[in-house]
């Protein structure tokens, strides 16, 4: 049996939770029971940089690779994170908003502080106020052609899939989607084999509102079976 590596933003790591438990429903926890091992690292507000960093040193410290198979899911490409070097730790940006998931930050009131204050004079006048979507796409671009070659150069199996069409490059021609991030720009074309659909493709209208299109329950549950069907097509796992 296989295991599984997940990595995404909240559309993979879920939003709400089971009742009463504090554990989120996201659909590799439908997963469970066809892998051996299930490893979800997705976080709500993750970027792209943050999922291909550490999907990478995740393949970089693991052996035995062939036992594995990685799914990712691309978010906004505006999205990034950077890093703080004092205190060893990744920061992650939204737009005007940033987070860490390094539990010393967060316990810290006057770490809070002084993360806080390096993010407004530092790092929202070059960032947040400079940062263009056509550079995010092109980070991207980059990140996600890099990640194929290791992948093929490694043999690593894996799946690419997004948020939505607004995170996903324009490898689907059939989608007639014109909000995809690639859309109208010379680059060239991605290996296409292992790009699947996206999740709000496939959850449609299994959401939590009208207002919030991130998976309800009954959405984790189809898009898990959906990972398990293009997985079996090309793995016959």
């Known amino acids: 049996m296989k295991n599984l590596y997940v990595n995404g933003c909240s559309f993979s790591s879920g939003t709400e939770k089971f009742p009463n ?15 051996e091992t299930v490893i979800n690292k ?30 990712l899911q691309l978010t906004h490409p505006e999205r990034t994170e950077f890093f703080l070097e004092k205190y060893g730790a990744w920061v992650g940006v939204i737009k005007d908003l940033h987070f860490t998931e390094d539990r010393i930050l967060h316990e810290n009131g006057d770490v809070v502080k002084e ?79 292992n790009f699947i659909l996206p999740v709000s493709n496939i959850t449609i209208n299994h959401k939590i509102s009208e207002g919030d299109r991130h998976p309800n329950k009954d959405g984790h549950i189809i898009f898990a079976r959906y990972i398990l069907n293009e997985i079996g097509k090309r793995w016959q796992i």
């Open 21 to 35: 438990t504090d554990n989120l429903i996201n659909w590799g926890f439908y997963l469970q029971d066809n892998f």
């Open 42 to 71: 997705s976080i709500e507000g993750g970027s792209n940089h943050r999922l291909f960093r550490q999907a990478t040193e995740f393949i970089n410290n693991t052996e035995n690779l062939d036992d594995w198979i990685f799914v």
């Open 115 to 193: 993360v806080d204050n390096f993010f407004q004079r530092l790092i929202m006048p070059t960032i947040f106020m400079t940062r263009t979507l056509d550079q995010g796409i092109f980070e991207l671009y980059n990140m996600l052609n890099t990640f194929i070659e290791l992948c093929k150069h490694k043999n690593i199996k894996f799946l690419i899939t997004g948020m939505s069409n607004i995170c996903m490059p324009n490898v689907f021609s059939e989608s007639g989607c014109d909000n995809q991030p690639f859309n109208g720009l010379d680059f060239p074309v991605f290996d296409k084999s």
